[in-house]
């Protein structure tokens, strides 16, 4: 079974400038997420998609990130301008589906880094 | 607000010896708690999962409990090995099935 992907792996930038992320999550699972991970803290969930619809944006940072997931599968998160303080480990998981204690799997993660 | 604390930023042992890291919370009420691993470089990989009725887990040389009266798990590995060297994070999540809130770590280095 492929696990999830993403992509890049790793990406440098400039502040105010935008940057996008790519994630395939595993063949049939519903549920999406992305997470934040700045150095030596755990991962924070930014949005959580079930199929194409938002359950949980509360944490996403709306006036400079977007994600979606188009047709339920892939998913994109982008940051328009992108902050010094954005620089962290972006993960996506995905679950079969959410709550009950539902196994995440993750990806490698994309590390951005914004000077 | 909700807080996880897990015990120390790194725990140094012995090959051999049992390796126990502690996770704390406050202000939450979780249904299951999740252990998962993760080594550098690499995104976590979910290990073990505990539910709030239970006091127990056990998956080889793993060994989970779970006090919701003292709003605390251990995490145990026994006759630890250098290849168990990582980063374990532990991982709320309420009956709600809101999302996963996750301590900040413990990273595991078990010398030979």
């Known amino acids: 079974e492929a696990g999830v992907a993403q992509s890049p792996r790793y990406k440098i930038i400039e502040k105010r400038q935008s940057v996008a992320f790519w994630c395939n999550p595993i063949s049939g699972h519903a549920t999406l997420y992305w997470y934040q991970q700045i150095l030596g803290q755990g991962p924070k969930l930014l949005i959580q998609f079930q199929n194409n619809g938002v359950v949980d944006d509360s944490q996403l940072p709306k006036d400079r990130f977007s994600a979606e997931r188009l047709k339920g599968v892939d998913s994109t998160l982008k940051i328009q301008p992108a902050k010094l303080e954005d620089s962290a480990v972006y993960l996506c998981a995905s679950s079969l589906s959410s709550g009950g204690g539902e196994t995440q799997y993750f990806g490698p993660g994309t590390r951005l880094l914004v000077l | 607000s909700q807080k996880i604390e897990q015990n120390s930023e790194a725990l140094n042992i012995q090959e051999g010896k049992t390796a126990t890291l502690t996770c704390n919370y406050t202000?939450?009420?979780?249904?299951?708690l999740q252990w998962y691993r993760q080594d550098p470089g690499r995104g976590p990989v979910f290990l073990l999962l505990?539910?709030?009725?239970?006091k127990e887990k056990r998956k080889e040389r793993l060994k989970v409990t779970f006090d919701t009266t003292l709003k605390q798990s251990l995490f145990h590995i026994t006759a630890s090995q250098p290849a168990d060297s990582a980063t374990y994070l532990c991982?709320?999540?309420?009956?709600?099935?809101?999302?996963?809130?996750f301590g900040k770590g413990t990273t595991l280095s078990v010398s030979s």
């Open positions: 991982a709320l999540e309420d009956q709600a099935g809101t999302a996963l809130i």
């Open positions: 202000n939450y009420s979780p249904a299951y």
């Open positions: 505990i539910r709030e009725n239970e």
